[in-house]
């Protein structure tokens, strides 16, 4: 949940890929050996539409929309999952809809439909573990503090001292007549994108209208600004909103960037957060739409190809190739070399440090075995091929000398919000 997407989870060794577990209620913390599977935010979960319109948290105002998609979510479930009483259920559910608008599933419906909305992300090549995703049903949290510990929560409980587990918050959706809550954070740890008066910045670009909104609240960051400044969280709650609360130092877990054949690499000054734990999307659910934080573990790749070498981001690559002596005037490759210095910095830095990482060659063939075994399951294998083949992705991996079913169904679906004005 990249840069740009979702995580990716990654294993030093292989777990379980087919682990499951129970929903965790709101205070409950995951065992430190349960769920360590792969996770998936490296791609920013897409749907039918590149980003939902309807607020986090409400649900379709169109009952008949509402009705539909809920029955389909509870077929597939009750289907699935092999249990008796799809009748019964469907009747509660319809008589739930047209007294409220709306209808609540139970804690196992939820956490099911969390885990699909996974695994038909089309954009996360990592959801070969959508079974191993953890739950947290946090229906009853609308209030900003309440968001606040529950998000400290999140990373304390996803981290887990390097060893990522994979994991979804699901908030509170909107009641009538309410606002909904709201995360604005792209991601729970971010850096901040400092502009000067001639434009220049410091820090991640990426994050300059972010920075904005947080100094405009009142935040105005440490001293002595640098290039690693860990934002602020934005919350709208039912109470107040946007309230700002600073994001607890000790539930921060970095890794410093070195490569193990270049000393000068650690002169850059580079680090990187351990948990990509995407923030401002919404999970869809038999038409019930709530506010959710969702994390997994990094693809190496993310960090060095995009964060760290794009240059509308931290842009290093002249730097990587200036270390390395290559005369970039010349050698027509020296991006390709940087890169891969880059990368296989980042893949080393993570291992030494204990965090959980993946790289793209291990992705493409995990997401060959998950095609498989949901082709020979009978299931359609939903994929957006751009992003399952990015850059370093090579034609010898599995995952590209093939296509897939696309869009994904829109229920259940992980959803990008749009964005908030200041």
Known sequence: MTDSGLPVMAAASRPDEQASHPTEAAAG????????????????????????????????????????????????????????????????????????????????????????????????????????????????????HQIRTELENHLNFSTNGGAIV???????????????????????????????????????PAQTRLTDQALQLGWRGPSNRTRFD??????D???????????????????????????????????????????????????????????????ASEIASRNLADPTRYNQLPAVARGLGLDVRRDRLWRDKALLVLNEAVLWSFH??????TD??????????????EEAAGRPVYGDWSWLNSYPMTPQDPSWGRYYASPPPRDPGLHASAPVAP
């Open 29 to 144: 913390a995951p065992s430190s050996q349960a769920g360590v599977s792969h996770g998936c935010p490296a791609h920013r979960p897409s749907s039918r539409d590149e980003t939902s319109n309807a607020a986090p948290g409400s649900q379709d105002s169109d009952p008949a929309t509402l009705l539909t998609d809920a029955q389909a979510f509870l077929t597939r479930y009750f289907h699935e999952t092999e249990r008796a009483g799809l009748r019964s259920r469907l009747t509660r559910m319809r008589r739930e809809v047209e007294a409220s608008g709306t209808w609540w599933q139970t804690a196992d419906e939820l956490a099911f439909g969390a885990r699909l909305a996974w695994r038909n992300a089309e954009r996360c090549i990592g959801r070969a573990r959508w079974s191993a995703l953890h739950v947290r049903d946090l229906r009853g949290c609308n209030r900003a």
């Open 166 to 204: 994979p994991m979804i918050s699901i908030f509170a959706p909107a009641s009538t007549g309410e606002p909904a809550v709201r995360i604005r954070n792209p991601q729970l740890i971010r850096y901040a994108g400092w502009t000067d008066a001639h434009g220049n910045v410091t820090g991640d």
């Open 230 to 235: 860990v934002l602020p969280w934005i919350i």
């Open 237 to 299: 709650g039912l109470d107040i909103g946007p309230a700002l609360f600073p994001v607890p130092a000790s539930s921060v877990l970095e890794v410093e960037l070195r490569h193990p054949q270049h000393p000068w690499f650690a002169l850059l000054g580079l680090r990187w957060p351990a948990l990509p734990a995407i923030s401002d999307m919404t999970l869809r659910v038999g038409g019930v739409i709530y506010p959710c934080a969702f994390s997994g573990s990094y693809m």
């Open 352 to 357: 030494a440090a204990g965090v959980r990482i």
């Open 360 to 373: 793209h060659h291990r992705e493409s063939i995990t997401f060959a075995r998950f095609t498989a075994r």
